[in-house]
């Protein structure tokens, strides 16, 4: 069929949940992310992290605290100028390290002391925090205790005045550079859904160590480290919601957390299809260019369908998480269905680059690299599948 038959003149409409004023967001934030993040990921990576100084500059164009309320220093605005920010960081950035750290900060760590925090403790950690000035970390995995997060062993003894933690986490996001960390402890000897807290760790307290820097297959520009607490004294005032109720705030905050993992794998998608068609239109084999190919057209308008896919799951889960709605299932579906079809994606987008896909230069070999963390991370592929049968009833 000629192209010319097929009337779509490409222009979008604006999706829901989405509005007229996230658009305009979202062109800003590309602009930002192409100007000020894109040109230096390369040297980012091989550093093996970003400069602080974009933790500081983030939170002076507002994009750190784009959904806390202004009296705090935040924009007013609500999740979906959230989703607008981390898709367009993903997608403009072509970096999973960048966006880890950035959203581990600003997604996973802040959101917990907001929402269940004194003013007090926000006025301690999520001022600072919007501006970038202070880094935040969440804390949940420990070398023995990853999907069956209940298992966890640090623990935070009772004493007069606050408590008194001993223990280990790992592969920790910011864990190197976090000022704060969001520290998932045992508060009764059973442990268990019912005995873990959480309190708020300072780096500077006595007692609280960064045991290693961790080597990873991806993410290279976000330091994941290992942290060890020996008799780390830890005030009563730093103690996040209810005294063993912490188990509903890790399970409020994995809603978000997978969110965001599967809206910047969202982004991810956009940014491989639109790389791989832009190749496939230059390079040439046999003196067609290879996008001319049926085998190579076909293959990119599958992968285009399975992007489309996943992003029409996510934002209707997004809708409804957004809306206050029921929506675990829809969430964890989204989760597990954008984690493979992104990593799948990357991976024929490198086929489709042949060699130069291969190469460094292109960024597609990081996108399979950073990819691959998505079924891992945030909670796994099959603990995606338990928490979707179990929604079913099985
Ligand atoms: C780069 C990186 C960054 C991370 N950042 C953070 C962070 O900032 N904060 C944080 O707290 N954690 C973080 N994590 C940890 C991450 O959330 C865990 O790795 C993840 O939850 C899996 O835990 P695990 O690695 O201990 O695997 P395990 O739980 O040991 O699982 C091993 C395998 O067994 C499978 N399995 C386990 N239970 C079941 C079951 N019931 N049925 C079927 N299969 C099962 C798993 O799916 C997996 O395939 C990070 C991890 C990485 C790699």
């Known amino acids: 069929m000629n192209a010319s038959v097929i009337k779509d003149t490409g222009a979008r409409a604006i999706l829901p949940p989405f509005s007229e004023e996230h658009e305009e967001l979202r062109e800003s934030v590309g602009r930002f992310v192409a100007a000020e993040v894109a040109p230096h990921v390369d040297e980012w990576e091989e550093a093996r992290e970003f400069p602080r100084d974009l933790f500081n500059r983030c939170g002076e164009l507002g994009f750190l605290g784009l959904k806390f309320p202004e009296r705090y220093g935040g924009q007013g605005g609500d999740l979906l100028h959230d989703a607008v920010w981390i898709e367009e960081l993903s997608r403009a950035g072509g970096s999973g390290g960048v966006a880890a750290g950035l959203n581990a900060h600003a997604q996973i760590a802040m959101p917990p002391v907001f929402n269940f925090g004194t003013s007090e403790q926000r006025e301690r ?16 995995t420990e070398p023995g ?47 268990g859904h019912g005995g873990i807290s959480f309190l708020v760790l300072e780096r500077e307290m006595p007692g609280y160590e960064v045991a290693a820097k961790l080597e990873k297959m991806g993410w290279h520009s976000s330091d994941t480290g290992e942290l060890a607490f020996t ?35 969202v982004g991810a998608m956009r940014r491989l299809i639109e790389t791989t068609v832009a190749y496939a239109l230059d390079r040439e084999a046999f003196g067609h260019p290879i996008g001319k190919f049926q085998a190579i057209r076909h293959q990119i308008a599958e992968m285009a369908t399975e992007a489309e896919a996943a992003r029409a799951q996510t934002y209707d889960a997004l809708r409804l998480f ?7 299932k829809e969430v964890s579906i989204s989760k597990l269905l954008t984690q493979r079809t992104a990593l799948r994606i990357a991976d024929q987008s490198l ?28 909670g796994t592929d099959e603990i995606m599948k338990e928490i979707i049968g179990k929604t079913m009833g099985l």
């Not at 935070?156 to 998932?184: E, M």
């Not at 912490?246 to 969110?259: H, P, S, T, V, Y």
């Open 125 to 140: 950690w999520i001022v600072p925090g919007i501006r970038g000035e202070l880094i935040g970390a969440l804390g949940i």
């Open 145 to 191: 205790a990853g999907s069956d997060v209940a298992s966890l062993r640090t623990s935070a003894r009772k004493v007069d005045g606050g408590y008194v933690v001993n223990g280990a986490k790992t592969f920790i996001t910011n864990g190197v550079r976090a000022d704060f960390l969001v520290c998932a402890c045992k508060t009764t000897e059973e442990g």
């Open 231 to 265: 008799d780390v004294e830890v005030p009563a005032e730093n103690l996040l919601g209810e005294e063993n109720g912490g188990f509903k705030l890790i399970m409020a905050n994995f809603a978000w957390e997978r969110l965001v993992m599967s809206i910047g794998a």
């Open 322 to 328: 957004h809306e206050g709605r029921d929506c675990i």
């Open 351 to 378: 086929q489709i680059h042949g060699g130069y896909g291969y190469m460094r230069e292109y960024g597609i070999e990081r996108a399979v690299r950073d990819a691959r963390l998505g079924p891992i991370g945030g």
